[in-house]
């Protein structure tokens, strides 16, 4: 079936003007001005007024939901198809947190299959805080190489709740997941939650200074808290990924404070954390699940405070991720030949329209598609 969205203002995510999408099935396969003549018999979707960004790709997502840090009642629920498409997400990365005890990578790869059968793209990570790390196959590399959605790793460092592992153990598990990645042709990501204890990213440093393994296995996380280091590490060609809060305009001067200081555009990353817990640390009360929609409200928030250009703002979750994790040939913008993954925004940002692989999970701010048990 073709679908033409029409005379919306097109951000690839580089501002292209008004434009017409021309959409078959799953994928994008025309673009320019006027371009119904061309294609009569395919449905008119009239977009005048609303701008056209890639669907927002979110690699850091509770999936199966975290919890455990608040006795058995703090484990939070799984994601709902409809959190994904009421916060523009149309592709994710799911992964495991403090729970690796009484949640599992073999539940955290079937949500991943039930997601895709929705709707959606998604893809996760074996492992979790701890070290040696869970896996579904009992070896780490098998993980990445044999399971399909696996595209990497999750480990933690500088936190109290990790296993506090050690160098060598992380070169190890680095190593591994390089040599996963060469025999699977996948990313072969490590994506390393930095919590807030002594250490911070030092060790990550020494590990580069010291071994041969290049930089864009290690993916650190939840960097609004060590910004200073951040840059330097994306000053020597590393990804470094912001963490969408409750509270957006912290986490946009986070982001600008971080371009501002030396930090390359193309190798800045936001993510969610959704589903996650995020407690009282002191006295481990009134946990609550991070919303999916923090994402798209710190995008909000760096382009209407912030006075960042639309195009650079959603490149943090459209074309920068899809670089990040080998999908740009199809994922993370707006071309021919890419997923028709698509949101159309009102000219206050709200989100209108959802698309997601050429079907429509959203239309004028009502939701089309929910999850099989919403």
């Known amino acids: 079936m073709l679908t033409i969205i ?24 025309d673009i320019g001005r006027d371009l119904a003549v ?24 509770h999936i199966i939901g975290g919890g455990g840090k608040g006795s058995f009642r703090t484990r939070i629920p799984e994601l709902q198809l409809s959190s994904c498409i ?11 947190g403090t729970d690796g005890i009484t949640k599992s990578v073999e539940n955290l790869v079937a949500k991943t299959k ?30 990445i190489v044999f399971i399909q959605e696996i595209i990497g790793v999750k480990i ?8 506090n592992p050690t160098k060598q153990e992380l070169i190890r598990l680095i190593s591994d997941v390089r040599l996963a990645a060469l025999m699977s042709g996948k990313p072969g990501i490590v994506t390393i ?27 650190p996380t939840h960097l609004g808290n060590h910004r200073e280091q951040a840059v330097k590490f994306a000053v020597m060609g590393g990804y470094i990924d912001f963490t969408a809060s409750n509270n957006p305009s912290e986490v946009a001067t986070d982001i600008t404070k971080a371009l501002g200081n030396g930090a390359p555009l193309k190798l800045v990353t936001l993510s969610s954390d959704s589903n996650g817990s995020f ?37 943090l979750v459209t074309s920068n991720v899809a670089e990040a994790l080998d999908l740009s040939d199809h994922k993370g913008r707006l071309l021919p030949g890419c997923d028709a993954d698509i949101l159309l925004l009102e000219e206050d940002l709200r989100i209108n329209t959802v698309i997601a692989q050429g079907r429509i999970l959203m239309q004028s701010g009502e939701i089309k598609v929910k999850g099989t048990f919403e």
């Not at 997601?115 to 098998?142: D, F, H, R, V, W």
């Not at 919590?195 to 993916?219: A, C, Q, W």
């Not at 409200?297 to 703002?313: D, H, W």
């Open 6 to 29: 029409e005379n919306v203002h097109l951000y690839q995510p580089e501002d292209k003007g008004i434009n017409d999408i021309v959409v078959c099935g799953a994928k994008i396969v």
């Open 38 to 61: 061309s294609y009569p018999l395919a449905k008119r979707i009239n977009a005048t007024g609303l701008l056209a960004t890639p669907g927002y790709i979110d690699q850091h997502v």
């Open 86 to 96: 009421s916060g523009g997400v149309t592709t994710l990365v799911g992964l495991m």
């Open 114 to 143: 039930a997601l895709n059968e929705e709707g959606i793209t998604a893809y996760c990570l074996t492992g979790s805080y701890e070290y040696p790390c869970i896996t579904l196959t009992g070896n780490l590399k098998k993980d």
């Open 156 to 163: 933690a460092i500088s936190d109290h709740r990790s296993s």
């Open 193 to 219: 939650h930095v919590g807030r204890g002594k250490g911070k990213m030092d060790v990550l440093f020494e590990i580069l200074s010291e071994t041969n393994l290049p930089i864009k296995h290690l993916r």
């Open 279 to 315: 407690p009282n640390e002191v006295e481990n009360i009134g946990i609550k699940a991070a919303s999916m929609d923090s994402l798209h409200n710190v995008i909000k928030t760096l382009i209407q405070e912030q006075k960042m250009s639309i195009s650079s703002a959603i490149s």
